[in-house]
Structure formats: C-alpha cells, structure tokens
C-alpha cells in the first residue's frame, strides 16, 4: 500500500499494518512535517573503541549522503565524543552525550558538565535513559535539573521517558508517562524550552527484539503530547519531537516513522552498525 503524505513522498506500510492505518485515518498520517524535523539518533550505549567508531563514520557518510530529511545524532561514550565530532565534521550529522552532570563544575568524580560537552563541539545529549534511571539513580527529579542545564547552555536534550512491563501490564502507563513528563518539565519556561525533544522508550522494548506496535506507540505519544501541553503550551506541545524508541530495526522504521505523533528515532542495538543504522534514516524518509 502506498500513501502520499508531502509532494513527492510516499509512504511504504506492511500489509498488516493496513488495518490500524484505516482505523486511524485521517489523524495517522503526518500533518506538520515542516515544524517537527525528523530525528534519527543512534544510542551506542557503552560499545565500541575510538577506531570503531571512525570506521562506522567512514561507512556510514556515504549512506546517508542526499538524505537531508533528518536530523542525524551519534552519541557514542564519553571518551569518543571529540573523535567522533572530528569524524564528522562538514557532514549532516550531529553528536550527542549519552548523559551529563547539571552543574558547570566541581568535585563530581566520574561526571562530565554540559560546559565540558559544549566546549568540544557536542549538540545533544540524552537525558534519563531508562538504564540511567535503573542502573545509576537517575530520578525523575535529576531529570529537570539536567533539562534545565541543557537549555541553558544550549544544548538540545532528548528526554528520555517509558514504562516497565509491570507498569503497562497494572494499567499505569498513562499515568507513569504523565508523572515522569510533568516533573521533567516542572518549573521550566516555554520560551526557553524550543529544542526540547522527548524520546517515548518503553523500558519492556529496549534490546529486547519487543517492538511497540505502531498503535501502543502513536497513544504514549499523544499522552506525552498532551502532559507538554499542560506542563509548557500547546503550541510547544504541537512543535516538540517526539521520538520512539526501543528495538528500532530497518525493517520497522517505516511503520513506526510514518505515524503522526513519532517525529523519529532513538536507536539502540541497530545503530553499531553502519548499513543497518543508515537503513533506518533511509527508512524514516516514509
Ligand atoms: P534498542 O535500544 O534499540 O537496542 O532497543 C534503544 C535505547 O536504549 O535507546
């Protein structure tokens, strides 16, 4: 089946996906593409060595040269990231931080500041992934406090958010993504939060081959959407990218990337390879 969404674009959906799209028709196909630039960013987690990563960059240019519809973001560790803005360097292609501290500086062991990633050319950084909140105490209060860090040095903060699997099985879905959305969003000013993006990443799906249906997907982002509302604005609400993530493949990209509230990607375990990671921008193109 094949929809038309912009000039030119066409969206390529699985035959059994064709179902769901025609329950949510007109609402499921992309309204304002314009304001929400795709985002496609790779999440290396604590993989690969500087060389690795070089040869990922060589591999990976040439794959996505002439796709100018996404907004492109390696985070790779810390010890890589000046080798990898060097790596990219003239090319589409952003780089982000797995994590930061929220202050400048100071006695903090182990930590890295936003001054410190801005300082070596760093654009992004991911805020709250669900193996920060679960493996180093991350909280939802630490979240905000790194939010703000990020948009007062300009850095542009993917916002990670999702459920356990017990949580969606108990029924509290809605209610833990309003909780961990609200106080990630608690005290800041809509005037200065333009870049936010939040990535929706279901803590049941991430490295676990579980994707979310296109459908659970498209309802988590609507509750998100609508938390950014009552938290910021609806005008900001309708502006933020939301991003899915959660065992994102080539294979699913279209499916998911095509709906109208999942503004792109946040890629885990198929985001170390070059061709299957350039497969994926190729894809989000829907
Ligand atoms: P995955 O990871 O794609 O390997 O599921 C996603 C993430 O943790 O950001």
Redesign the pocket.
């Known amino acids: 089946m094949t929809l038309r969404a912009l000039p030119g674009k066409k969206i390529h959906i699985e035959p059994f996906r064709i179902e769901i799209l025609k329950m949510r028709e007109p609402q499921t196909r992309k309204a304002v593409p314009n304001m929400r630039k795709t985002l496609i960013a790779a999440?290396w987690?604590m993989y690969k060595t500087p060389d690795e990563a070089v040869a990922f960059t060589k591999a990976f240019i040439p794959l996505i040269a002439g796709h100018k519809h996404a907004e492109i973001v390696l985070c790779p560790s810390p010890t890589m990231l000046p080798t990898v803005v060097d790596a990219v360097r003239n090319n589409p292609i952003h780089v982000g931080a797995q994590t930061m501290h929220w202050l400048d500086q100071g006695a903090y062991t182990g930590e890295t500041s936003p001054l410190m990633l801005k300082a070596i050319g760093v654009t992004h950084v991911l805020i709250g992934?669900?193996?920060r909140r679960q493996y180093f105490n991350e909280t939802d209060e630490s979240v905000n406090l790194k939010l703000k860090s990020a948009f007062a040095h300009g850095l542009i903060p993917i916002v990670?958010v999702g459920e356990q699997l017990a949580e969606r099985e108990a029924n509290q879905t809605a209610e833990v993504l309003e909780r961990q959305t609200s106080i990630a969003l608690e005290g800041i000013d809509p005037a200065t939060a333009q870049s936010l993006v939040i990535?929706y990443?279901p803590v049941w799906?991430?490295?676990?081959g579980r994707t979310a249906t296109p459908e659970i997907a498209a309802d988590a982002h609507k509750i998100i959407r609508a938390q950014i509302a009552k938290s910021l604005s609806p005008a900001l609400a309708a502006s933020t990218r939301i991003l899915y993530?959660?065992?994102?493949k080539a294979e699913n990209t279209a499916s998911l990337c095509c709906l109208e509230d999942i503004d792109g990607a946040?890629?885990?375990?198929?985001?170390l390879d070059a061709a299957s990671f350039g497969q994926i921008v190729i894809n989000s193109a829907a």
């Open positions: 999440n987690k992934h669900s193996e990670c990535a990443e799906a991430i490295g676990t993530g959660g065992s994102v946040l890629v885990g375990g198929a985001s």
